[in-house]
């Protein structure tokens, strides 16, 4: 019984990062026309609250839902944004360890386990089809040191921490480039 024990034990799921470099991050996301919302999550550090940017169709209108509904002139920027999401490539895998996602600064800012002061808290960027269905929940993190356009990423609810090229300005919260 232990023999078979020892040889049908489940083993850790380790990341193939050959296989994994050169696919796209967001293969699911083809469409940038299907994008009806954005929402953007990052974490301060000092008061421990979260400052939320979203921005969304709604019968046909675009508005700001974090500001009261205020209209949007939003075709532009979501074109950019849903562009800057689309066909990411996996450039490397830098870990698959959990551990390791305050160093590359790609921890959930929509973690409940935050507290002042937390550091390595990444931004959570989420667009969304007409359904609300995410066609990309990412993390993005820190640069990567040396390497004009990279950053850490990961996707929300998974481990794997990936260097990504991503123009993070493209995802701009500044609420009057939206109006």
């Keep these: 019984a232990v023999v078979i024990g020892i040889f049908s034990r ?7 990062q050959a296989s994994l470099q050169g696919t796209n991050l967001t293969a699911t996301f083809k469409d940038p026309d299907a994008a009806r919302s954005l929402r953007i999550v990052r974490f301060d550090e ?16 675009w508005s700001i839902p974090s500001k009261d509904g205020y209209p949007a002139d939003a075709a532009k920027q979501m074109a950019e944004a849903a562009t800057s999401l689309m066909d990411r490539q ?6 698959n360890n959990a551990g390791d996602h305050e ?6 800012p929509l973690s ?5 002061g937390q ?11 007409e359904q609300s269905k995410p066609l990309a929940d990412l993390i993005l ?3 990567v040191r040396g390497a004009e356009g990279q950053r850490y990423v990961r996707k929300a609810g998974q481990d794997v921490v990936y260097i990504i ?13 939206w109006i």
Excluded: C, H
């Design 141 to 143: 993190g820190k640069s």
């Design 46 to 61: 000092d008061t421990a609250t979260l400052r939320e940017f979203e921005v969304a169709e709604k019968d046909g209108l």
């Design 119 to 129: 550091k390595g808290v990444g931004t959570r960027v989420i667009m969304s089809d």
């Design 165 to 177: 090229q991503i123009d993070p300005a493209k995802l701009s919260t500044d609420f009057e480039n």
């Design 103 to 108: 160093q590359y600064g790609v921890i959930d």
């Design 90 to 95: 996996i450039l490397d895998v830098a870990s």
């Design 10 to 16: 489940p083993t850790s799921a380790e990341v193939d």
């Design 112 to 116: 409940p386990k935050l507290e002042p």
